[in-house]
């Protein structure tokens, strides 16, 4: 049986895992952990039997305690309890499924404790790279990477280790709003930025991929998972999303990872590499495929996607600022507090306010983080 625990369970990641885990009988979940959604976690708990759960407020665990009172299991919260699930003695994997920066820390001790990671948690990378990598470099630990383009390069590389790659080329769809110009944009409703043309994903994620934020953070992702240079990666538009990345080598040859947009398949994947398993699903049927289409990205319209590549080039703390921005930002968005355009406006005025720190110690990452939250606070 192999042991796994998941940072963010009631998340698309975390549910879809789930899933993973249901259709094969050979995983064991030992601990959960998620945010609010305590019905679901209950419903988790009761399913999958895990020894240890926890949610990031107390109130919310005392209220799951009084549910699954009938079971043997420990409910914890807060930093201490997302540590404990990451920590747990017998798991080998750990799923970071959770949305955020909270991911980083857990992330750092469940590598300290010798557990692989299944990595679904871009912040982790894009903040914190140059002290993970490292890390679990040391630790001989596994970075397994889930998002799909992130997996597609992963198994493209399979078998090359010894070859130069010349250029990783990541795909996108293009997000809802693909060909529009910034002028069509300027009445965009939190419902238009949640109509992702191929993906069911969740909403924050949703709104990232409609401003191509969601990809700047892969490009700055990549550059730490695959040791390349961030002028080394670039975006390519796939919109039927069928193509989820390629690695180019000096060759000139082209490797790429073909598939249907199922989140399963790279999930399962990071699960039991270096072993395929069959999983249930659509296969790809060229005959009807009929064609593929590439686009080059708009970085006038979606200018999120060159700061990103800005930041990912300067590094240091510019990175955290990017992303700490971002997250703030379509916090604000998806309460209706400001506009859908002043997403990437106020990512912007944050980097160019900011004093790089060019080796930022985790402290110096959350205090970073701290300092870009109370300026989008104070613009109000």
């Known amino acids: 049986m192999k042991k796994i625990a998941i940072l963010g369970s009631t998340g698309s990641i975390g549910t879809q895992t789930l ?25 988790q708990i009761r399913e999958f039997g895990p020894r240890l759960a926890a949610v990031w407020e107390e109130e919310s665990a005392k209220e799951l305690r009084s549910l699954v009172a009938d079971l043997d299991v420990e409910i914890l919260s807060g930093m201490e309890g997302l540590i404990r699930v990451s920590v747990l003695e017998e798991t080998e994997i750990l799923v970071t499924a959770i949305v955020g920066m909270i991911g980083i820390r857990p992330t ?19 903040t914190a790279g140059h002290i993970i990598m490292p890390l679990a470099k040391e630790k001989n630990v596994s970075v397994l990477p889930v998002d799909s383009e992130h997996s597609a390069i992963f198994q493209s590389l399979r078998g090359n280790g010894e070859n130069a790659v010349h250029k990783i080329l990541l795909t996108a769809s293009g997000g809802p709003f693909r060909g529009k110009k910034q002028e ?15 993906w069911s994903m969740g909403q924050k ?5 409609s401003t191509m934020v969601n990809k700047g953070l892969e490009v700055m992702e990549a550059r730490w998972l695959f040791d390349v240079e961030i002028d080394q990666i670039q975006v390519v538009i796939q919109p039927q999303s069928v193509i989820h990345s390629m690695v180019e ?25 270096p072993k395929r398993r069959y999983l249930k699903g659509s296969r790809l049927d060229f005959w009807s495929l009929a064609r ?9 319209t ?22 700490a921005a971002n997250e703030l930002a379509v916090k604000q968005f998806l309460n209706r507090e400001i506009k859908y355009l002043e997403i ?16 930022p110690t985790l402290e110096e990452i959350l205090t970073v983080e701290a300092g870009v939250y109370e300026r989008i606070k104070s613009r109000r």
């Open 19 to 43: 899933e993973v885990v249901r259709e094969n009988k050979d995983i064991e979940v030992l601990a959960l952990a998620a945010g609010s959604n305590i019905r679901l976690l209950e419903k």
């Open 108 to 126: 750092i001790e469940a590598i300290k404790a010798g557990k692989d990671i299944a990595l679904a948690n871009k912040e982790t990378l894009v």
């Open 184 to 198: 069509e944009l300027l009445d965009i409703r939190v419902e238009d930025a949640l109509k992702h043309p191929n």
């Open 205 to 209: 994620i949703t709104i990232d991929s």
């Open 249 to 273: 080598y000096e060759d000139g040859a082209v490797m790429a990872q073909l598939g249907t947009p199922d989140m399963k398949l790279p999930i399962q994947y990071a699960l039991y590499y």
């Open 292 to 300: 593929l289409d590439f686009e080059k990205p708009d970085m006038d």
């Open 302 to 323: 979606f200018y999120a996607l060159s700061l990103a590549y800005e930041a990912g080039r300067e590094g240091g703390s510019l990175p955290t600022v990017f992303n």
């Open 344 to 359: 990437t406006e106020i990512i912007e005025d944050c980097m160019r306010a900011h004093k790089n720190i060019k080796n």
